[in-house]
């Protein structure tokens, strides 16, 4: 009786040969094959909790900048709003100064308590006759990006600057409704 190593293995094992060939031969055999319970990571497995505790801290760490990102993206919506507002109200001056522009040129009748200015924001858009021809000063009234209506706070030339009230003797200016405070502190009714 002999005791070796299995040479076709890659784990050495110790083969006990008995001499004989077909006993031999299969207690060989028998212990080059996997046993099947066999495991080189002992029983307890300590690494296994490891993954919840993984997944909690994952978990509280993408909620801690969730928590960071949303006050970021309302501040980026509250700034796209108040551009936008810049813009329209832009838009809508540019038009009534158009409008008294042309008014000013004789191109147009207009009513002598006017002053030039346009009695509404519906004749910028639905035009006026100048020469035989319609002339629009505005596509559309915008929509008040702040209260998501397209009512606009309207001041005539008659008006106080800092009146809420509108005389409706022409449209000298607008402003919004809206009594929200900007970014930079200011109202978005004085605008």
């Given at each position: 009786m002999s005791i070796g190593t299995n040479p076709h293995t890659t784990n050495p094992k110790p083969v006990i040969s008995t001499g004989g060939g077909a006993s031999a031969a299969?207690?060989?055999?028998?212990?080059?094959?996997?046993?099947?319970?066999?495991?080189?990571?002992?029983?307890?497995?300590?690494?296994?909790?490891l993954t919840l505790v993984e997944l909690i801290i994952c978990v509280a760490i993408v909620a801690i900048l969730a928590s960071a990102a949303i006050p970021i993206a309302r501040f980026q919506v509250k700034r796209e709003k108040e551009r936008e507002l810049r813009r329209d109200l832009w838009e809508m001056r540019e038009a009534i100064d158009r409008y008294k522009d042309a008014a000013d040129k004789g191109a147009m009748q207009i009513k002598?308590?006017?002053?030039?200015?346009?009695?509404?924001?519906?004749?910028l858009v639905n035009g006026v006759d100048i020469q035989d021809k319609k002339v629009?000063?505005?596509?559309?009234?915008?929509?008040?990006?702040?209260?998501?209506?397209?009512?606009?706070?309207?001041?005539s030339n008659q008006d106080d600057a800092?009146?809420?009230?509108?005389?409706?003797?022409?449209?000298?200016?607008?402003?919004?409704?809206?009594?929200?405070?900007?970014?930079?502190?200011?109202?978005?009714?004085t605008w």
């Open positions: 299969a207690a060989e055999k028998s212990a080059s094959l996997p046993q099947p319970f066999s495991s080189p990571i002992p029983a307890s497995h300590p690494e296994s909790g002598a308590d006017s002053l030039g200015y346009p009695p509404d924001l519906e004749t629009k000063f505005l596509r559309r009234i915008p929509v008040d990006p702040m209260t998501g209506t397209a009512e606009w706070g309207l001041r800092d009146s809420d009230s509108f005389g409706g003797q022409n449209v000298f200016d607008v402003h919004t409704k809206s009594q929200g405070t900007a970014l930079d502190g200011t109202k978005y009714s």
